[in-house]
Nanobody, 123 residues
Framework: QVQLVESGGGLVQAGGSLRLSCAAS????????MGWFRQAPGKEREFVAV???????HYADSVKGRFTISREDAKNTVYLQMNSLKREDTAVYSC?????????????????WGQGTQVTISL
Protein backbone atom coordinates (compact mmCIF):
# COMPACT_ATOMS: atom_id res chain seq x y z
CA GLN A 1 0.00 0.00 0.00
CA VAL A 2 1.07 3.54 -0.77
CA GLN A 3 -0.30 6.51 1.14
CA LEU A 4 -0.12 9.89 -0.58
CA VAL A 5 -0.51 13.27 1.07
CA GLU A 6 -0.58 16.49 -0.90
CA SER A 7 0.37 19.91 0.42
CA GLY A 8 1.14 23.38 -0.87
CA GLY A 9 -2.24 24.44 -2.13
CA GLY A 10 -3.74 27.80 -1.34
CA LEU A 11 -5.05 31.08 -2.67
CA VAL A 12 -2.88 33.02 -5.10
CA GLN A 13 -3.42 35.83 -7.57
CA ALA A 14 -3.48 35.21 -11.28
CA GLY A 15 0.04 35.25 -12.65
CA GLY A 16 1.46 33.90 -9.42
CA SER A 17 3.09 30.59 -8.56
CA LEU A 18 2.59 27.66 -6.25
CA ARG A 19 4.51 24.47 -5.63
CA LEU A 20 2.54 21.40 -4.68
CA SER A 21 4.15 18.47 -2.91
CA CYS A 22 3.02 14.87 -2.71
CA ALA A 23 4.64 12.88 0.08
CA ALA A 24 4.39 9.12 -0.15
CA SER A 25 4.66 6.56 2.62
CA UNK A 26 4.23 2.85 3.05
CA UNK A 27 6.34 1.91 0.05
CA UNK A 28 8.98 3.51 -2.12
CA UNK A 29 7.56 5.20 -5.20
CA UNK A 30 10.79 4.94 -7.19
CA UNK A 31 9.26 2.37 -9.55
CA UNK A 32 5.89 4.09 -9.90
CA UNK A 33 4.71 6.59 -12.45
CA MET A 34 3.44 9.58 -10.50
CA GLY A 35 0.71 11.80 -11.81
CA TRP A 36 -1.13 14.96 -10.91
CA PHE A 37 -4.81 15.37 -11.69
CA ARG A 38 -7.25 18.14 -10.92
CA GLN A 39 -10.98 18.54 -10.59
CA ALA A 40 -12.82 21.83 -10.71
CA PRO A 41 -16.36 22.21 -9.34
CA GLY A 42 -18.90 20.70 -11.71
CA LYS A 43 -16.22 19.28 -14.00
CA GLU A 44 -14.67 15.91 -14.63
CA ARG A 45 -11.30 15.05 -13.18
CA GLU A 46 -8.60 15.86 -15.69
CA PHE A 47 -5.02 14.86 -16.21
CA VAL A 48 -2.41 17.53 -15.50
CA ALA A 49 1.07 15.97 -15.57
CA VAL A 50 2.91 12.71 -15.09
CA UNK A 51 6.49 11.63 -14.50
CA UNK A 52 7.64 8.09 -15.14
CA UNK A 53 10.01 6.20 -12.86
CA UNK A 54 12.70 6.95 -15.47
CA UNK A 55 11.91 10.69 -15.34
CA UNK A 56 10.04 10.98 -18.64
CA UNK A 57 7.34 13.62 -18.37
CA HIS A 58 4.09 14.44 -20.11
CA TYR A 59 1.78 17.40 -19.65
CA ALA A 60 -1.74 18.41 -20.54
CA ASP A 61 -1.74 21.02 -23.29
CA SER A 62 -3.44 23.48 -20.95
CA VAL A 63 -0.46 23.54 -18.57
CA LYS A 64 2.46 22.87 -20.90
CA GLY A 65 5.15 25.52 -20.49
CA ARG A 66 3.70 26.70 -17.17
CA PHE A 67 3.80 23.62 -14.91
CA THR A 68 6.73 21.36 -14.14
CA ILE A 69 6.53 17.96 -12.50
CA SER A 70 9.53 16.50 -10.73
CA ARG A 71 10.32 13.73 -8.29
CA GLU A 72 12.80 13.24 -5.49
CA ASP A 73 12.84 9.54 -4.81
CA ALA A 74 15.24 9.92 -1.88
CA LYS A 75 12.44 11.82 -0.13
CA ASN A 76 9.65 9.71 -1.65
CA THR A 77 8.11 12.95 -2.86
CA VAL A 78 6.77 14.36 -6.10
CA TYR A 79 6.34 18.05 -6.86
CA LEU A 80 4.28 20.18 -9.20
CA GLN A 81 5.67 23.66 -9.78
CA MET A 82 2.92 25.86 -11.15
CA ASN A 83 3.78 29.22 -12.67
CA SER A 84 1.77 31.88 -14.52
CA LEU A 85 -1.37 30.63 -12.84
CA LYS A 86 -4.74 31.40 -14.38
CA ARG A 87 -8.28 31.50 -13.01
CA GLU A 88 -9.04 28.30 -14.91
CA ASP A 89 -6.36 26.47 -12.91
CA THR A 90 -8.61 26.65 -9.85
CA ALA A 91 -9.33 23.09 -8.74
CA VAL A 92 -8.58 20.39 -6.23
CA TYR A 93 -5.24 18.88 -7.19
CA SER A 94 -4.54 15.24 -6.40
CA CYS A 95 -1.48 13.13 -6.88
CA UNK A 96 -1.61 9.47 -7.79
CA UNK A 97 0.74 6.52 -8.20
CA UNK A 98 0.60 4.01 -11.03
CA UNK A 99 2.42 0.70 -11.19
CA UNK A 100 2.92 1.27 -14.90
CA UNK A 101 5.73 1.81 -17.34
CA UNK A 102 5.85 5.07 -19.23
CA UNK A 103 3.62 8.09 -18.64
CA UNK A 104 0.02 7.00 -18.15
CA UNK A 105 -2.61 9.73 -18.45
CA UNK A 106 -5.79 7.81 -17.74
CA UNK A 107 -6.86 7.93 -14.08
CA UNK A 108 -8.05 4.33 -14.46
CA UNK A 109 -4.41 3.23 -14.61
CA UNK A 110 -3.55 4.65 -11.21
CA UNK A 111 -3.53 2.48 -8.12
CA UNK A 112 -3.21 4.96 -5.26
CA TRP A 113 -4.59 8.45 -4.73
CA GLY A 114 -4.13 11.26 -2.27
CA GLN A 115 -6.97 13.29 -0.80
CA GLY A 116 -6.14 16.41 -2.75
CA THR A 117 -5.25 20.01 -2.03
CA GLN A 118 -7.27 23.06 -3.03
CA VAL A 119 -5.75 25.60 -5.40
CA THR A 120 -7.68 28.82 -5.89
CA ILE A 121 -6.61 31.53 -8.30
CA SER A 122 -8.04 35.00 -7.87
CA LEU A 123 -8.02 37.92 -10.25
Amino acid sequence: QVQLVESGGGLVQAGGSLRLSCAASGRTISRYAMGWFRQAPGKEREFVAVISWSDDTHYADSVKGRFTISREDAKNTVYLQMNSLKREDTAVYSCAAADQLGTPISPDLYDYWGQGTQVTISL
